[in-house]
Nanobody, 129 residues
Framework: VQLVESGGGSVQAGGSLRLSCEIA??????????IGWFRQAPGQEREVVAL???????WSSDSVNGRFTNSQDNAKNTLNLQMNSLKTEDTAMYYC??????????????????????WGQGTQVAVSS
């Protein structure tokens, strides 16, 4: 299963970007799933950004709450991350992730990036001051 991200780019602080990820091949074959976004800035560890599952349960990091909205279209073909009020610290490579072993409600205790079996190639987001 291939996850393909799009929508990255450069923007000034305070601006907006929308990332998308093609998920149809994954969601169409999974009775349950958890999909979302991680990001990694140079020299830093991967950080979870936002997650959503088949029932539209969501989870997001405190660092993006109120600014980023993670959603999937009605047909479950595309995952979208709407990023508003961007800050320079949001600069990172953003990765679309997916797994069918759990949902947002059943995330394993101590879960981490390694729990997600499917990753996209990443799309770069650069926010300048």
């Amino acid at each position: 299963v291939q996850l393909v991200e799009s929508g990255g780019g450069s923007v000034q602080a305070g601006g907006s970007l929308r990332l998308s990820c093609e998920i149809a091949r994954f969601t169409s074959t999974s009775n349950r799933y958890c999909i979302g976004w991680f990001r990694q800035a140079p020299g830093q560890e991967r950080e979870v950004v936002a997650l959503i599952d088949k029932d539209d349960n969501t989870w997001s990091s405190d660092s993006v709450n109120g600014r980023f909205t993670n959603s999937q279209d009605n047909a479950k073909n595309t995952l979208n991350l709407q990023m508003n009020s961007l800050k320079t610290e949001d600069t990172a490579m953003y990765y679309c992730v997916a797994d069918s072993s759990f949902t947002v409600s059943t995330l394993p205790v101590g879960w981490s990036a390694e729990y997600f079996g499917y990753w996209g190639q990443g799309t770069q987001v650069a926010v300048s001051s």
